[in-house]
């Protein structure tokens, strides 16, 4: 079992940037794929980007946040950052990092998640 801790949130202009980490303990982080979900207020939870376990596959994103956002892992520190750059007011929403042994952006089927952070854009 592996737990999941985000840091990095906060607020910012938009225009600006954000770097969010999540950092893992507790299992097997190399072998995990980690996806990054985020949920505004009122909406559903949604895909933002997805990392592979030993980065086998590229990189996955929604379509919202491609050319902007990059996800990145270091298995040896057992992190995976999400460099978020242009913030749009859009982009607020608490943000979350899973863990899952399937490769999937579907939020169902990842296994464990962290308790979230908070990224605020003001326009």
């Known amino acids: 079992q592996v737990q999941l801790v985000e840091s990095g949130g906060g607020l910012v202009q938009a225009g600006g940037s954000l770097r969010l980490s999540c950092a893992a303990s507790g299992g097997a982080f190399s072998t995990y794929n980690i996806g990054w979900f985020r949920q505004a207020p009122g909406k559903e939870r949604e895909f933002v980007a997805a990392?592979?376990?030993?980065?086998?596959?590229?990189?996955n994103y929604a379509d919202s946040v491609k050319g902007r956002f990059t996800i990145s892992r270091d298995n040896a520190k057992n992190t995976v950052n999400l460099q978020m750059n242009s913030l749009n007011p859009e982009d607020t929403a608490v943000y979350y990092c899973a863990a899952n042994s399937k490769w999937s952006r579907d939020s169902a089927e990842y296994d464990y998640w962290g308790q979230g952070t908070q990224v605020s854009v003001s326009s």
């Open positions: 990392v592979s376990s030993w980065s086998f596959r590229n990189p």
